[in-house]
């Protein structure tokens, strides 16, 4: 039985299996311009962020009904039970649909029938997090945020996402006053690619309460000392690091310093169709790679649900805690 734990860093989109996005093309008539499941595998050499984003932007193209992301998201949800996950806090890109011209209505039907779904079809309780693209402007960020306003019951958080250099956190201010006017939670990747000083502006400018990575913070003591006082969780995806270059090898990975250092870390997948595992199989490719104990990886597991927006369920999250105390390493 895998370790239970939540998966707070996880878009959707990059979920996409090879032989799922072969059969939506052929039930679409979406024409891909690979061959079979087995090239399309092999384009999976990526040599930065923006290679990877290149990737799986275009194979987008194969999600057009709600059906799609309905079943996209269920056989998600059903792989995450398997590897352990209690809760889900799933991200995703509404702006790379509609600019396909997917309406947002199709796109988050979609997905909120599969996640509605969850609790009593996979155990897995789920939370939904609406994400901009800040390779966009903040302009067409604004107007995504106001088309989803007749859908804010069934999202949790605004997140930012997509190509981080040049496109820095403050960028995004007046969406982000206007997500936490409206009562939503606040997340941003930071600090993946990008230097410290986006991770300062994520805190300072968009009032974000955890950092998606958040791994180059460990240049800078400083901001360290600062996540560390705040107990600012960041969400981790050791896998996704190793496959877009971040760092050479997992082996390499500063996870383990950063524990030590009493940074609130989490270990999460990211994209876990393109990047070579499922969030359990992470746990598993950590713990050999950087020799974790049983105990850090408890720790990991504990995090997940202090970290996880659970605030309207306390005895949920409680109850998940207990789960994580208990647990037997095999
Ligand atoms: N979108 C999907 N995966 C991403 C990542 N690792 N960083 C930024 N944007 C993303
Ligand atoms: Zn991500």
Redesign the pocket.
């Known amino acids: 039985m895998p370790l239970p734990k939540a998966e707070l860093h996880l878009?959707i989109?990059?979920t996409l299996e090879p032989e799922l996005a072969f059969a939506l093309a052929a039930r679409n008539d979406v024409p891909l311009p690979y061959a079979d499941t087995e090239e399309l595998r092999r384009a999976y050499l990526f040599d930065d962020?923006q290679s990877?984003?290149d990737l799986?932007y275009g194979l987008m193209a194969v999600l057009r009904t709600e059906d799609d992301f309905a079943e996209l998201a269920d056989a998600y949800l059903a792989r995450a039970a398997a590897q352990g996950v209690r809760h889900a806090e799933i991200?995703f890109?509404p702006q790379a649909h509609t600019a396909r011209g997917v309406p947002l209505d199709t796109v988050i039907d979609g997905l909120s029938r599969a996640l509605n779904a969850s609790q009593e079809r996979h155990g897995v309780s789920t939370r939904l997090i609406l994400?901009f693209l800040r390779d966009q402007s903040a302009e067409s960020a604004l107007a995504t945020l106001e088309a989803a306003k007749p859908h804010l019951h069934r999202i949790t958080a605004v997140g930012l996402?997509?190509?981080?250099v040049g496109h820095p956190p403050a960028k995004f201010r007046e969406v982000y006053e206007m997500a936490a006017a409206l009562g939503l939670r606040r997340v941003a990747?930071a600090g993946?690619e990008g230097p410290p000083e986006y991770i300062r502006q994520a805190l300072d400018i968009l009032g974000v309460e955890r950092i998606d990575?958040g791994l180059r913070c460990v240049e800078d003591p400083e901001l360290v000392a600062r996540l560390v006082r705040d107990r600012v969780p960041l969400t981790l995806?050791p896998l996704?690091n190793v496959r877009?270059r971040a760092i050479d090898v997992l082996e390499a990975h500063p996870l383990p310093r950063m524990m030590e250092a009493g940074l609130l870390c989490t270990v999460n997948s990211?994209?876990p169709a393109y990047f070579g595992g499922y969030v359990d199989d992470t746990f598993h490719a950590v713990r050999e790679a950087l020799g974790l104990s049983e105990e850090r990886l408890r720790e990991l597991a504990r995090n997940s649900f202090e970290a996880a927006f659970l605030d309207d369920d306390e005895a949920l999250r409680q109850r998940y805690l207990a789960e994580v105390a208990a647990y037997e390493f095999a």
């Open positions: 878009h989109e990059g962020l990877f984003l799986y991200f890109d994400c996402d997509s190509a981080e990747h993946e990575h995806c996704s877009l990211d994209d």
